[in-house]
Structure formats: structure tokens, C-alpha cells
């Protein structure tokens, strides 16, 4: 495994970092526990040290499989980011949607950064994951109804008091970067990213190379459509997000899949799976530290963390490139 260091921080992540998303079920049907800890656990024996994760995934679910998984490992070897900002049981903020929980209970959620909440949020995160502090804390989304001083200062207090090692932020456009670094220094954004959503890349993976923020890409795979596994017809089951959305309808699944063909060569020369190669582009690009990839079971995190093993030529990356941008 490749590990980085965030921003100007001495904190040292893998390269290919585990998202625990799926790992609680929210949104994604996958409940097996013993398989979302076995994927942690065999994720971490090829090197990826590193786990991204959230309280609304799976309405702590996730968290607490993380903290299980991550009990005989030796903590100073492992670095667990998370997030605040995003509330199930409490009608403040922004509203951000409706939805149901991983038991299939109808729940809203709102985007609430204040400051008493965060305290909340971090000391209810620790008991589930089981330590006393978080490697990375990262605001999930921006919250309006909140001034982005009083969510830092907040952030900031937990530093003083050792719960917190390093913030960092989510979704946040450059110029909230700005406004969230006049209380402290962020280390991180993570953001969007992948060879068929590159919005993010012009403005605000720009801002992070210029200020020495790391980039955080989350869904380098476009959850699961650059895998190849998905086509035409593919029918999710109920409950899961993707059926809805518009990278998941037929003809943006048969555009991505005619792409897919002509960069499967690449894979094949390099023995290696589509989605290892997607991985291993994603963290070549300029400003990318990491790539969150999130696994349902073993395989599927073995799978991911040996994209790191794929050493693409100069001429390689540009051929990708060329067909990226004319996607």
C-alpha cells in the first residue's frame, strides 16, 4: 500500500482508503454485520489502514461495525475518519431528505452543524467506535442555518481536548474552505470524483493543490457504474438508492459501458479488474490524495486495496485521459 499525508498535517492515510457507506446499510440493502467486518479486517491485513465513515450511515450502524472490526488492531495503526453534521433524531438545519433508516423505519434528515450538537455527535461517535479520539472529523455537508465560525470553534474545542486529531471538510465549495480556515486549519475535502463526474475538478480541486488541501475523492467508482457490472436492465433491489438516479439510467449506463470497453484493454495487460483500474487512475490524478472505496464484503476490499499494485505508464494515463475527456 501508498500512504499520503493530508494537507500539512502528519497524519498518514492509505492510499486507497475503506468507505464504510454500504458497511451499515443505509441506502445501499446491505445488512450482513459479518460480512462488513470481515471486509474491514481483510481490507486492513493488505494495508489499507485507513476507514472513512459516518453517523448516517446506517444511523450508527456503520460506526459500530467499524469499532468492532477495528478492536485487535493496535489503534496507532489505524486512522478512522468521520463526520458530523447530518441528523436523523433531531428537526434542525437544512432539511436534506426524507428516507428510511436500516431498519426500514421512515426518518428525516437535516444537515445541522451547531455547536452543541457537534459536541453531541462527536462523544456519541466515540462510544460507538470505541476509542477515545478520531483521527480526521469532517463536517458531512454545509449546513446555512449555521454561521461556519461556531461549527469550527466547536471543531476546534474538540481539538484542544484530544477527541479530535485533524478536521476536515466535506462538500465544501473553495470559498467555505476560506471561511471555515479564518477559526482553523482544515487538512481535507472530500468531495465527488470520478472519470464520469469531474465537476469538482476546475474550481475546487484547483483551490485544494494551490492551499495544500488534501482531496478526498469519494465514489471513484460512481457507486458501482464504473465497475462494468452494471448494464441495461440491471435490476437493484428495493431500497437501493441507484435506481433513481440519473448516472443509472439506460442510456448514461450504455455510454459509461461503451467507455468502459475501450479502457478494458488497459485491465487486461495489467491483469487487473476494470474497477482496479478506475482506483488506480483516480489516485494519479493531479490534486487526488486518496480514493474511498467502499467493499460489502472481502473480496470486494482485497480487490480494491490490490488496485495499488498497477503501475500505468506515462502513455497508459494519457490514453485514459484523452478518452475521459471526450466521455
Avoid at 486512522?79 to 433508516?101: N, P
Amino acid at each position: 500500500m501508498n500512504y499520503r499525508k493530508l494537507g500539512c498535517s502528519e497524519l498518514e492515510v492509505s492510499a486507497i482508503t475503506l468507505r464504510a457507506w454500504a458497511t451499515g446499510g443505509w441506502m445501499w440493502k446491505s445488512k450482513d454485520r459479518k460480512e462488513a467486518v470481515e471486509a474491514i479486517k481483510a481490507s486492513h491485513d493488505v494495508g489499507v489502514t485507513s476507514i472513512d465513515t459516518a453517523p448516517i450511515y446506517g444511523q450508527g450502524a456503520s460506526e459500530e461495525i467499524v469499532g468492532e472490526a477495528i478492536k485487535g488492531f493496535s489503534r496507532d495503526k489505524v486512522q478512522i475518519l468521520t463526520k458530523f453534521g447530518m441528523r436523523w433524531d433531531l428537526e434542525k438545519g437544512d432539511f436534506a431528505m426524507k428516507s428510511y433508516d436500516h431498519n426500514g423505519n421512515a426518518i428525516e434528515v437535516y444537515k445541522y452543524a451547531g455547536k452543541e450538537s457537534i459536541i453531541y455527535e462527536c462523544e456519541q461517535s466515540l462510544k460507538r467506535l470505541g476509542t477515545d479520539y478520531i483521527d480526521l472529523y469532517q463536517i458531512h455537508w454545509p449546513d446555512s442555518t449555521t454561521p461556519i465560525d461556531e461549527t469550527f470553534e466547536a471543531v476546534l474545542k474538540l481539538i484542544e481536548q484530544g477527541k479530535v486529531r485533524f478536521a476536515g471538510v466535506c462538500n465544501y465549495t473553495a470559498s467555505q474552505i476560506q471561511q471555515a480556515e479564518r477559526t482553523l486549519p482544515l487538512v481535507s475535502n472530500q468531495i465527488p470524483f470520478n472519470m464520469v463526474n469531474r465537476t469538482v475538478e476546475s474550481e475546487t480541486v484547483s483551490y485544494c493543490i494551490d492551499h495544500n488541501k488534501s482531496v478526498l475523492a469519494y465514489s471513484p467508482l460512481e457507486r458501482g457504474l464504473l465497475t462494468g457490472e452494471i448494464h441495461s436492465g440491471y435490476e437493484f433491489k428495493p431500497g437501493d438508492h441507484r435506481a433513481s438516479l440519473p448516472h443509472f439510467q439506460p442510456q448514461f449506463v450504455e455510454k459509461t459501458n461503451v467507455f468502459l470497453d475501450k479502457i478494458k484493454p488497459i485491465a487486461e495487460q495489467h491483469n487487473a479488474s476494470l474497477s482496479q483500474l478506475v482506483l488506480r487512475w483516480t489516485i494519479e490524478r493531479p490534486g487526488i490524495t486518496i480514493a474511498l472505496a467502499g467493499a460489502r464484503n472481502a473480496e470486494q476490499a482485497v480487490q480494491n486495496a490490490n488496485a495499488i499494485h498497477i503501475n500505468l505508464s506515462k502513455e497508459e494515463l494519457k490514453t485514459i485521459d484523452d478518452l475521459v475527456n471526450t466521455f
